[in-house]
């Protein structure tokens, strides 16, 4: 039985038919106390991803619990059944995948539509580069226009066969039957997706596949890998797998996605009276950046109940209101809190002083430009922010003094729609945010947890 699509946030009448609506800000004087609950985030997205790609080329049933239904996700799991694994809906966002074994995917019959997923489409590359058949790699409009060469390129020096088209953008023609070398390879930009392809075309090559990040990233691959009984090692920055061997079919327990909890560790932290608490969230430590950075900045998060899920540390996260001030961010938490730098901008932005941001330049080639998008719609709020090469500087201030409303272009970015939905708790006038569809991608049902914890934030069509 196929796994039900995500039906919240989702049109067929075109991109801009759903339009997310701020009301803010929150009146306490109405009688409002701040936003209150408690709840569960979706699924982490980094993790759902894998347990599809893992569960798939592994020997024997892989059950997955907590998996994220939202569009990104989704994309990878219906790659993997057009190449001939089975997937079946366990219910309750469960899922059972029958894995084929490191050789026993097919060839699809055509190309594989990876929607908006730039995880999808980066990691399907390193696996794809083994296979002993041709595949083709294709994405929407935002996906067409990111690069795609810092995979590429060290897959090629590994002995993969990979056209791109200009400036490597996709979609990626991937030629099977090359036989794959292990590598050292070096990499420029710190980036999880860019060392878990290499890891993942490292199992099917000969010899040692040796990744050296500059900066640490997420880590789920590896940690995942070993779950499924491959053995990953560690040498300081450097991880390193031998290819040849095999995966065993595990069960993976999927934590709630801190890239999801950070909008409501934002939200709370800004709206006087706040108490919220976020269950089962993921607290890997190459994630939890985004909470450093909010702790440094005079944030009240605390992490309780903390356990181990699956070799994953969870928590259970209660963040109070507080007074934010702004900081200069540390350039080595950037890494650790990428996802999370639309909502961070919010933050910045309600608190007092100025907040710089550098080291972000990877920010700039994502689903949009991340900086030049959040820079913009702050300062159509009134907002003193300007951008920067590989960051911005944001002096924080009232929100939206003296406006009606404001209608905020998002890109079609779903991290950008949320940010400004966080936004709606302090500004003083009506936000809106077309075209936000593609809040599916990674929190379908963002706009009903909204309104569960009292966030002035619904979507409208």
Same mark, same amino acid.
């Given at each position: &039985? @196929? ?15 759903? +339009? ?15 936003l ?5 985030? !979706?699924?982490?997205?980094?993790? /759902?991803?894998?347990s ?9 049933? *892989? ?7 939202g569009?990104?996700?989704?994309? *990878? ?5 057009? &190449? ?6 366990a ?6 995948v ?20 730039? *995880? ?13 058949? =041709?595949?083709?790699? +294709? ?9 795609m ?8 020096? &590994?002995?993969?066969?990979? =056209? ?23 990499m420029p ?10 890891l993942? %075309?490292?199992?099917? %090559?000969?010899?040692?596949?040796? $990744?050296?990040?500059?900066?640490? #990233? ?12 491959? +053995? ?22 999927? !934590? ?9 560790? $934002?939200?709370? /932290?800004? *709206? !006087?009276? /706040?108490?919220?608490?976020?269950e ?10 985004v ?12 992490? /309780?109940?903390h ?11 209660? $963040?109070?209101?507080a #007074? ?21 901008f ?13 080291g972000?330049?990877?920010?700039? $080639? +994502? ?6 998008? &959040? ?16 960051? %911005?500087?944001?002096r ?16 079609? =970015?779903?991290?950008? %729609? ?33 309104a @569960?914890?009292?966030m !002035? ?5």
């Amino acid at each position: &039985m @196929a796994a039900q699509k995500p039906r919240a946030m989702r049109s067929s009448r075109g991109n801009d038919f759903l +339009k997310l609506i701020a009301h803010g800000p929150i009146d306490s004087s109405a009688g409002s106390e701040g936003l209150h609950g408690a709840i569960r985030v !979706p699924g982490d997205k980094s993790i /759902s991803h894998r347990s599809i790609m893992l569960g798939s080329i592994a020997e024997g049933q *892989t059950r997955v619990q907590g998996f994220l239904q939202g569009a990104d996700a989704l994309a *990878t799991l219906e790659a993997f059944r057009a &190449m001939g694994v089975r997937i079946d809906n366990a219910g309750n966002d469960g899922l059972v995948v029958h894995g084929v074994g490191l050789h026993g995917l097919r060839a699809p019959h055509q190309p594989l539509d990876l929607g908006n997923s730039g *995880t999808s489409m980066r990691l399907l590359a390193g696996l794809l580069a083994g296979q002993h058949f =041709d595949s083709v790699l +294709k994405g929407d409009s935002s996906l067409s226009g990111r690069p795609m060469n810092r995979v590429a390129a060290p897959l090629r020096e &590994m002995g993969a066969r990979i =056209d791109t088209e200009a400036e490597g953008r996709p979609p990626l023609h991937i030629y099977g039957g090359n036989a794959l070398k292990g590598i050292s390879y070096q990499m420029p930009l710190a980036s999880a997706q860019v060392k878990s392809c290499l890891l993942l %075309a490292g199992l099917y %090559a000969d010899g040692e596949t040796r $990744v050296t990040e500059p900066a640490p #990233t997420r880590d789920h691959t590896e940690r995942m890998l070993q779950g499924f009984g491959y +053995k990953v090692r560690r040498d300081g920055a450097t991880a390193i797998v031998q290819g040849g061997g095999r995966l065993c079919g595990t069960d993976i327990d999927v !934590p709630g996605d801190i890239s999801s909890a950070a909008f409501f560790l $934002v939200a709370a /932290s800004i *709206t !006087p009276g /706040s108490v919220l608490r976020l269950e089962h969230v993921g607290v890997n430590p190459t994630r939890t950046g985004v909470i450093d950075i909010l702790q440094l900045m005079g944030a009240d998060i605390e992490l /309780s109940k903390h356990r181990d899920v699956g070799g994953e540390p969870v928590a259970d996260i209660t $963040v109070r209101a507080a #007074t934010l001030k702004g900081i200069a961010i540390p350039p080595a938490l950037v890494p650790l809190a990428i996802d999370e730098f639309p909502v961070l901008f919010i933050a910045a932005a309600c608190a007092n002083g100025e907040t710089i941001v550098s080291g972000a330049e990877e920010l700039r $080639v +994502k689903e949009s430009d991340r900086i030049q998008a &959040m820079v913009d719609g702050l300062q159509q709020l009134g907002v003193q922010a300007n951008g920067t090469a590989d960051g %911005a500087v944001i002096r924080g201030g009232a929100m939206g003094v003296g406006q009606a409303g404001v209608s905020i272009e998002c890109h079609h =970015d779903h991290r950008i %729609a949320m940010a400004f939905g966080v936004a709606g708790c302090r500004a003083h006038c009506r936000i809106a945010v077309p075209g936000c569809d593609n809040i599916a991608t990674s929190f379908p049902n963002f706009g009903e947890l909204a309104a @569960a914890v009292g966030m !002035p934030v619904n979507i409208e069509t």
